[in-house]
Nanobody, 114 residues
Framework: QVRFVESGGGLVQAGESLRLSCATSGSSLNAYAVAWYRQAPGSQRELVASITSSGSTNYADSVKGRFAISRDNGKKTVYLQMNTLKPEDTAVYFC????????WGQGTQVTVSS
């Protein structure tokens, strides 16, 4: 079983950047697509970005051109570079498999002030 531990969140002003990290333990991620999700207060969890085992990426329209997902299979870590942050990006960010969702970690809070 894979355990996901997210970090890197914080309080920033609109227009600034953050880089989130997702360290994993347990089974290797190499063969699997992984993704970042987020959940804003009062909203459902939504898919933000995903990356396949071969490195192909996909993004929600709301973050396209601003966010970049990457992975380091050797370090068993997934990253989310977030640029030009907006107040509507405020949420708790989680990582998990893109398909066959596993157990959720605690997430990392991102708060963007206007």
């Amino acid at each position: 079983q894979v355990r996901f531990v997210e970090s890197g969140g914080g309080l920033v002003q609109a227009g600034e950047s953050l880089r989130l990290s997702c360290a994993t333990s347990g089974s290797s991620l190499n063969a699997y697509a992984v993704a970042w999700y987020r959940q804003a207060p009062g909203s459902q969890r939504e898919l933000v970005a995903s990356i396949t085992s071969s490195g192909s990426t996909n993004y929600a329209d709301s973050v396209k051109g601003r966010f970049a997902i990457s992975r380091d299979n050797g370090k068993k870590t997934v990253y989310l570079q977030m640029n030009t942050l907006k107040p509507e990006d405020t949420a708790v960010y989680f990582c998990n498999f893109r398909w066959s969702i596993g157990s959720w970690g605690q997430g990392t809070q991102v708060t963007v002030s206007s």
